[in-house]
Nanobody, 120 residues
Framework: QVQLVESGGGWVQAGGSLRLSCAAS????????MGWYRQGPGKQRDMVAT???????NYLDSVKGRFTISRDNGKNTVNLEMNSLKPEDTAVYYC??????????????WGQGTQVTVSS
């Protein structure tokens, strides 16, 4: 089993910065894509940023140029540096890890979520 623990959420004024961290423990071997997702009040959970095991990244259009995802495979951590935060970035942020098992079967693991609140 895999456990994901997020940290670094909090409250910040618009224009400020926060850094989210996610540490994976347990059976972390061969973990493939890791990433951050968010869910605002009354909204669906959306992908914010992902990073593959070989470092390829993908971002939600609205965070491009403001957020940076990074990953340390040796430490089994994934971080999200968030700059120029906007009130619309307010959400619960979740860490996600995926492990490819075989075609059509990928295991997914989620953290418990961390609240990010950006005030105007």
């Amino acid at each position: 089993q895999v456990q994901l623990v997020e940290s670094g959420g909090g409250w910040v004024q618009a224009g400020g910065s926060l850094r989210l961290s996610c540490a994976a423990s347990g059976s972390t071997f061969s973990m493939n894509t890791m990433g951050w997702y968010r869910q605002g009040p009354g909204k669906q959970r959306d992908m914010v940023a992902t990073v593959s095991s070989d470092g390829n990244t993908n971002y939600l259009d609205s965070v491009k140029g403001r957020f940076t995802i990074s990953r340390d495979n040796g430490k089994n951590t994934v971080n999200l540096e968030m700059n120029s935060l906007k009130p619309e970035d307010t959400a619960v942020y979740y860490c996600k890890a995926m492990r490819f098992i075989r075609p059509g079967h990928t295991n997914e693991y989620w953290g418990q979520g961390t609240q990010v609140t950006v005030s105007s």
